[in-house]
């Protein structure tokens, strides 16, 4: 089973090169499942309906999000219904929408830390109520880890190792080079990186960036614009053990 997993989708240029790069990579490698974390794909913070469909026209087939996904109420109804857009399965109890959904003979599972984040639920225990409660889960486990501290995903891919497929770190918007496949079987990366502007800075326009550090005053930053980075990962998985077999990264620039 081949999954590609996309890193966070920033604005209209990330729709764009989406919409521009998915149907190539879909033929090419000919993936069983494409996530794609769409929580930045609506003006570069949250997701809306409009969005959501245009990533799963462009070829998605599930897209996970982070803690900008409360950002547009209008998607909210889209979490409760047939959408497979899934929320960090860590939140509270009583938050609207699922952490998880089974697609493409896969489970794929959305966390979020807590380093640097927020106060949320454990997410390393959530995971291991996750496995332990699915009795009939399928042998592949996607876990999109939306986390700010490289410690907080290094030690989360080895908490999981040998327990799921791959553990896929987003939400810097950085890509790292450590991707690799842990000794009990489990792809890493600690961050897919971005599908975004590469003037910029982590997709937004850099004067705006800039201006907000030298000043300290708040306003809502802008999309970058300009040539587009598209950040991925791809994961080879052993149907029979769930095991990855391969793991590699895939960087491409459009526009």
Known sequence: MIVLAVGDVIGKPGRQACSQLLPELRERYCPGLVIVNAENAAG??????DTAQELLRAGAD??????HVWAHKDIIPCLEGDMPLVRPLNYPPGVP???YVVMGGA?????????FMNTFDC???AMDALLEGLADRPRAVIVD???EATSEKMAMGRYLDGRVSAV???HTHVGTIDAQVLPGGTAYVTDIGMTGPVNSVIGDDSEAVLHRFLTMLPHRLSVGKGRTVFNAILVEVDDSTGRAVRIERIAREVG
């Open 44 to 49: 570069g913070i949250g997701v809306t309906p």
């Open 97 to 99: 929408g699922r952490g």
């Open 62 to 67: 599930v897209l996970t999000s982070g803690n």
């Open 168 to 170: 896929l770190g987003t």
């Open 107 to 115: 489970l794929v599972v959305n966390l979020i830390g807590r380093t």
């Open 145 to 147: 880890f939306h986390a």
């Open 123 to 125: 997410p390393f225990r």
